[in-house]
């Protein structure tokens, strides 16, 4: 096969995306995420499903295909999950699967499933349910390592926020006190957020003196666990056109996975995002994603992941987001307003809903219904996303208007 | 509400990298596959280099030494209860074929003080391994890597 | 715009695979892949894609081991939890959509690492209204279909046996049949049932195995062969629950089958983890298939020749690989000289889901 003179060493080989037809999101809907719901994962997803639909002007007949996406298995204690959570199904359907990573993965299959003309209509869902796993959530967790050369030395998930989080501290000499500006943003932007689980006024003492988990991790650097789910409907340009004035285009798609030896490899940036970024940043067109966004919502399950991830994005130089933080830059009224609905760390973090529920808060700043939550600047351009794994996936979506 | 305990149980296949790397931990040994072409050194080891996609081209024994690139102190277990004594751990960097973002490394427990972690001076401190009298050919023959 | 099959390889389909861990046999599939496709993973492939499942690997977020072993390591890849089909329809949407240019897919099975294998399969069943009442093996489910099925077409026990005795002697000279043998009806009805109607000739077992599909937009397929296998590929889910499903029918495969252009199939590849599965799945595809059978018209050469290198009952169940295990079998005979074939696969029980790949040159 004839190699191109500019190959990619990674992300995309061929990158010249030829975008087959335009693809949007007509409709969004999600539960009410918290500690414990009663319901069971079918009524959330059935709950979040009917709003998008609601929204969209469409019923569940209409949809042709469904994507599901759900973390892992154990957590609503099922196997074959992708089946489990729509009983009355009768559609193509299939689950995508990333780690925390699948809640921006299936907005992302949703568009390809209308982009390759397979289906005109899909439903897009996100549901996890983790109050219900014992002893405590985070024991699921002891499963996601190697089983022969990490299980043994009794590792939690916690760890892998606390060492990512110590290597980023340590090479950027970003001191915690800052790193805590973004629980502090994040949760007081919650407050406006019809869906959140934890908003609230908090200080950075507040974070400093909450319990230490393990450090340099506190109670309050963390995004509460939470049952919820959260949908979206993503119709083709011609239907899109008839149920909607207000459509909110798909204009970027990205994803990569790093391998999986996290032990061998520099915690303090996240390369893996960088070039998945780079990848939904080329498919819409966009050279200088500080400039051309003007509203972000990076994955934030704990406070310092939303600086790491907005440096990923290009959003801010290496080390510095914190910096930005403090000068008010991401704030709501800011210039470049990131997590404005609360994010996980406001809102809740059911993993693969949490994901979603990024995408859907973006969905809502582009089409001007977020009410107490709406930036102050116009915006055109925005981008979502999520990251998963063991410290070595992302996904990314970049809307517009 | 509906208790169910899953009875899922696994014998997990090693295969022939991680079979090797055990054996040699049996032996006080750090054993890591190489790729002739990139030159790349994996450890934990792999039969095939993720970069060239092709197979190691055979194995090397680095030093049981290395740099402390992370370290954390953990106050909750796995199950989320309380510890008294924290455990610190974190990954360590191995010499061997270090390039800018990638190198050969381990995760492991270290044996520092939680006051050298709280102040990060444990970071980028150079630390050996400390190897348990009684070996079977496992991680677990490492005790933890130790200041030097 | 037209997508084909470019390369295929596998590695494993034997009982047991103790010499190698789940990630070395995917790389020796995917290596025999590329190398049959002529490509370079790290240079030429775009898009990489996994099918898995968590409890079928004994990891949380089996994701995370998805990408080095199949040259996706810092490029895009992820999970599809489902059948090796399911990936590559997700392979067809990367290529249509333009996102992709090439697209592998793999899937394995390491079945021989679940000790309880049994009861991950109940774990997949609905926990308030399916477990409670489940009987000591998860056969029963199949159980009630193969009732519905006789009940609604008049099958036997013998022509059961029948289908055991045609697939297990098929499978003799085919390399990833394992569990190829001579045996006759009268050996087969001499067996216990496991779950009144089945016996236990009549379920096939699993088997460690992987393979690895690469796909190719048609500029890419016609620069690298001129003789592309082209496909297409549909999924559709029925229900998780027994009571919502047509049990018999095989609405999940007709749903599938459904979304994809119809054409003529000089031959039929069908999930036979069940033996009366093959005449329920075939019946998809072709009238009467009961009748087929006893006339004969099954092998090389019938009118319906269906399973001719022995199906899974020869190969056994490689998981989440068992839709490109039969995928395997309809490329092998498209070799032949044959130019179309269908492969009908199902994600086995607890589920109603069903896979349809057409291919054709
Ligand atoms: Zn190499």
Redesign the interface.
């Known amino acids: 096969m004839e190699r191109s003179a500019n190959v990619y060493r990674y992300g995309l080989i061929h990158v010249e995306v030829r975008k087959v037809r335009k693809v949007a999101i007509i409709g969004a809907g999600m539960t009410k995420f918290a500690r414990r719901h009663f319901k069971t994962p079918q009524e959330l997803v059935q709950e979040a499903s009917i709003k998008a639909l609601e929204e969209a002007g469409l019923g569940y007949n209409d949809i042709d295909c469904v994507v599901i996406g759900s973390a892992p298995d154990a957590f609503d204690g099922v196997h074959q999950k992708g089946e489990y959570l729509f009983p009355a199904m009768n559609k193509p359907m299939t689950r995508v699967f990333i780690g925390g990573a699948t809640g921006v993965m299936v907005p992302i299959s949703g568009y390809y499933h209308v982009a390759s003309g397979m289906c005109d209509k899909v439903l897009a869902i996100a549901e996890e349910k983790m109050s219900q796993a014992r002893p405590h959530p985070q024991a699921v967790f002891r499963y996601i390592w190697d089983p022969i050369l990490e299980t043994p030395i009794g590792p939690n998930l916690l760890w892998i926020f606390a060492m990512e989080m110590h290597r980023y501290m340590y090479a950027y000499k970003v001191p915690k006190e800052d790193i805590a500006l973004v629980s502090v943003k994040n949760k007081a932007n919650a407050a406006d957020n019809p869906y959140a689980q934890l908003g609230g006024r908090i200080t950075v003492d507040d974070v400093i003196k909450s319990e230490v988990l393990v450090w340099p991790v506190n109670r309050l650097d963390v995004s509460p666990v939470s049952d919820g789910a959260a949908a979206v409907v993503m119709v083709s340009e011609d239907v899109a056109r008839r149920y909607t004035d207000t459509p909110v285009w798909v204009a970027g798609v990205g994803w990569t996975l790093d391998n999986t030896e996290w032990t061998g490899r520099d915690l303090s940036y996240n390369r893996y995002l960088e070039i998945a970024g780079r990848m939904a940043y080329k498919m819409a067109g966009i050279e200088r994603p500080n400039k051309e966004i003007d509203v972000a919502e990076p994955y934030d399950p704990f406070d310092y992941k939303e600086l790491m991830h907005l440096e990923a994005l290009q959003l801010a130089p290496k080390g510095k987001a914190a910096q930005l933080v403090k000068e008010g830059v991401f704030n709501r009224d800011g210039d470049l307003p990131s997590s404005p609905g609360g994010g996980l760390l406001g809102v809740g973090n059911p993993i693969a809903a949490a994901g979603l529920m990024k995408v859907i808060s973006l969905y809502w700043q582009l089409k001007g219904t977020a009410g107490k939550m709406q930036v102050k600047k116009p915006v055109y351009t925005g981008v979502a996303q999520a990251w998963g794994d063991l410290m070595q996936a992302s996904t990314v979506v970049v809307l517009r208007r | 509400m509906i208790r169910y305990v899953p009875k899922a149980k696994y014998s997990y296949s090693a295969g022939q990298a991680q079979s090797v790397f055990l054996n040699g931990l049996k032996e006080k040994k750090i054993l890591g596959t190489v790729c002739n072409k990139c030159k790349k050194v994996y450890v934990p080891p792999k039969m095939y280099c993720e970069e060239c996609f092709k197979p190691t081209d055979g194995w090397v024994e680095l030093k049981d030494e290395g740099i402390v690139h992370t370290a954390i102190a953990s106050f909750v277990s796995w199950t989320r209860d309380r510890l008294e004594e924290p455990i610190i751990s974190g990954t360590i960097k191995l010499y061997g074929s270090e390039r800018d973002y990638v190198f050969p490394g381990m995760f492991h427990r270290i044996c520092t003080t939680y006051d050298k972690v709280r102040d990060m001076s444990i970071i980028g401190a150079k630390v050996k391994a400390v190897w348990n009298e009684k070996r079977v050919g496992s991680i677990e023959d490492i005790q933890c890597f130790k200041e030097v | 715009m037209k997508v084909a099959i470019v390369g295929m390889g596998w590695y494993g389909f034997r009982p047991s695979?103790?010499?190698?861990?789940?990630?070395?046999m995917v790389?020796e599939a995917?290596?025999r892949a590329?190398a049959e496709a002529?490509?370079?993973?790290?240079?030429?492939?775009?898009?990489?894609i996994s099918s898995q499942?968590?409890?079928w690997e004994?990891?949380?977020?089996a994701?995370?081991?998805?990408?080095?072993?199949i040259?996706?390591?810092?490029?895009?890849?992820?999970?599809?939890?489902?059948d090796g089909v399911?990936g590559i329809?997700?392979g067809?949407?990367?290529?249509?959509?333009?996102?992709?240019?090439?697209t592998a897919v793999e899937a394995h099975s390491?079945a021989?690492?679940?000790?309880?294998i049994g009861?991950?399969?109940e774990?997949?069943m609905?926990?308030?209204f399916l477990?409670?009442a489940a009987p000591p093996n998860f056969h029963f489910l199949a159980a009630l279909e193969a009732k519905a099925y006789q009940r609604r077409t008049g099958m036997t026990e013998e022509d059961m046996a029948e289908i055991v005795s045609i697939e297990k002697r098929n499978g003799f000279g085919n390399p990833r049949a394992s569990y190829a043998a001579n045996l006759n009806v009268s050996d087969i009805l001499s067996h216990e049932k496991v779950a009144e109607p089945l016996r236990r000739p009549d379920i096939a077992d699993f088997v460690d195995g992987a393979v690895v599909v690469v796909l190719a937009s048609e500029d890419?397929a016609r620069?690298?062969t001129d003789d592309p296998i082209w496909v297409e590929a549909?999924?559709?889910?029925?229900?998780?629950?027994p009571g919502?499903a047509e049990l018999g029918e095989a609405g999940y495969l007709r749903?599938?089958y459904s979304?994809i252009s119809k054409r003529k199939f000089d031959g039929y590849f069908v999930d036979d983890r069940y033996s009366f599965k093959l005449l329920e799945h075939l019946g998809v595809f072709k009238a009467d298939p009961l009748a087929l059978l006893r006339e004969g018209q099954l092998g090389e050469g019938g009118s319906a020749p269906t399973n001719v290198f022995g199906g899974l009952l020869s190969e056994g169940v490689p998981l989440e690989a068992a839709g490109l295990t039969l995928a395997l079998e309809a490329r092998e005979y498209l070799r032949k000289g044959y130019s179309s074939a269908v492969v009908g696969s199902w994600?086995g029980v607890?589920?109603?889901?069903g896979m349809v790949l057409s291919m054709w040159r």
Do not use: C, W
């Open positions: 695979t103790p010499e190698v861990s789940f990630r070395e790389f995917a290596s590329y002529n490509l370079d993973p790290r240079k030429d492939v775009d898009t990489f499942e968590d409890f004994g990891i949380s977020i994701d995370e081991f998805a990408p080095d072993q040259g996706g390591y810092l490029r895009p890849t992820f999970t599809v939890t489902g399911q329809l997700h067809i949407m990367h290529i249509k959509s333009g996102i992709s240019k090439v390491k021989s690492d679940i000790l309880t009861d991950i399969v774990f997949a609905d926990p308030i477990r409670p890419i620069s690298l549909s999924t559709f889910t029925e229900t998780n629950y919502y749903g599938a979304q994600r607890p589920t109603y889901t």
